[in-house]
């Protein structure tokens, strides 16, 4: 067992490979390779400490429908199983609750599939209230569909929000009318989470503080980068899906601006689409921000292919990334792990990509004010630039600005009068008209 018991608990991960080519190859879709894939199921399977006892790629010509693998392969990988000595086998593939129960019968341990395995995680990463409502809404969701499994030759303890074990109900005997309205009232629940979100938003509106949105896939270093921005300590870890719960800090940019950065939870491929349905209340987030960070980490090998999942989950969300270019950033992180050579080939591809990335690395701050004055010059599209003339006895009008705009050129004139140039942010524009319409100073607009 893994919830509180001290006992290590081993798996195995097998990654089924279709030797014909998938629908991503013929469309020219870019893809993961299956060592990459493996890389990443064992991954997720370390990330609610499994031990991997054995990993590998198991070569499938078909999908069979009872069993996924074919009769020789199963009884080949039993084997396997055996001499390993197992209790729990990840199958980085959708498995069907028929496909489920007929390998638990023939292997004799327990299968998770690959939305089961990122469930378990995220079970074990939520941390707030709506957290654990949105993996517990998603959890039962992938469940209902599960209830023809028996294992009766396990003879485990059940229960709780995991899928491994715990303490609970001897025997998995869920009844469907109970899943049903327990569903019900976690979407009642949640409804009031989406109402109680909405009026959070409004009311930063009304501050009003522009929403800066990470997105990326897991482990690119999203709470690194928002760390480094913010000064803030969120959980930052080398492991996936560290981040689920999303959290909301303010950066002050040079122009006067202040922000809100919020970081939410990672992207991976193949994300469950009941998990985007149940997390849809916390990415609204995204969906509403004024504008986006697409972190991506720039060392793997495997980056442009992440890129394309984080960007088919935002397509789910309905933010088209590719008509929506002026409210997306993409940040190419970890620069600090490049080699020289891979960094001027990324360098010089830099100038051929259409969003212009900013190369950073959250670790070392390389880049940062380069993201931090592009972020800037992206929500700064609406600004407006004055010229001043501040009279001596309106000297607390230039601390003001200073502490409200971007003050661009400041110089003291013969009378003792400060000359400024200010960029003031469109947010600011009223509390700026107001403050020097009762000092009595004329604001004269520079053309951009």
Not at 170 to 188: F, H
Not at 361 to 369: A, N
Not at 433 to 439: I, K
């Amino acid at each position: 067992m893994i919830d509180g018991a001290p006992v290590e608990t081993r798996c195995m991960v097998l990654l089924p490979n279709l030797k014909r080519p998938s629908a991503e190859a013929r469309s020219g879709t870019t893809a993961h390779t299956p060592e990459h894939k493996l890389e990443e199921a064992v991954g997720l399977a370390q990330a609610i400490d499994l031990v991997v006892a054995d990993h590998f790629v198991v070569p499938i010509t078909n999908l069979r429908p009872a069993t996924l693998f074919g009769s020789g392969k199963v009884e080949e990988l039993k084997r396997v199983i055996d001499r390993t000595d197992v209790e729990v086998v990840i199958i980085d593939h959708a498995v069907s609750p028929i496909q489920q129960r007929n390998l638990e019968r023939a292997w004799d341990v327990k299968i998770l599939d690959r939305t089961g395995l990122i469930l378990e995680i995220f079970g074990r990463r939520a941390q707030t209230r709506e957290g654990r409502l949105q993996v517990e809404l998603a959890h039962l969701t992938y469940q209902k569909g599960r209830l023809v499994r028996a294992w009766t030759h396990l003879e485990r303890q059940r229960g709780g929000g995991g899928f491994i074990g715990g303490p609970g109900e001897a025997q998995i005997e869920l009844d469907r009318r109970m899943i049903n309205e327990r569903i019900a009232n976690l979407r009642r629940e949640l409804k009031s989470v989406v109402k109680t979100r909405a009026l959070h938003r409004a009311g930063r509106k009304k501050v009003p503080y522009p929403v800066v949105a990470i997105v990326g896939y897991t482990n690119a270093g999203k709470s690194t980068l928002f760390n480094h921005l913010t000064g803030a300590q969120v959980f930052a870890k080398q492991q996936v899906f560290a981040t689920l719960d999303p959290t909301m800090r303010e950066v002050k940019l040079a122009s006067g601006r202040r922000a809100i950065l919020s970081d939410t939870v990672g992207f991976i491929s193949d994300l469950p689409t009941m998990l985007v349905a149940a997390f849809r209340a916390t990415l609204e987030e995204v969906i509403s921000a004024d504008l986006i960070l697409h972190v991506r980490d720039i060392s793997h090998a495997e980056t442009t292919a992440q890129a394309a999942d984080v960007d088919a989950v935002l397509a789910d969300l309905g933010i088209e990334t590719e008509s929506d270019q002026t409210r997306i950033i993409e940040v190419w992180n970890k620069a600090d792990l490049l080699s020289e050579d891979a960094r001027q080939v990324v360098m010089s591809s830099v100038r051929f990509e259409a969003r212009k990335p900013c190369l950073v690395s959250s670790l070392t701050g390389e880049g940062m004010d380069q993201l931090l004055a592009t972020m800037d010059r992206h929500l700064g599209q609406d600004d407006h630039v004055y010229r001043l003339s501040i009279p001596v006895s309106e000297g607390r009008l230039v601390h003001w600005l200073h502490e409200h705009g971007d003050v661009i050129t400041q110089s003291t004139a013969e009378d003792g009068s400060q000359m400024c140039v200010v960029r003031i942010a469109s947010e600011k524009q009223g509390a700026f008209t107001n403050v020097m319409a009762r000092a009595g100073v004329v604001a004269v607009p520079v053309l951009n």
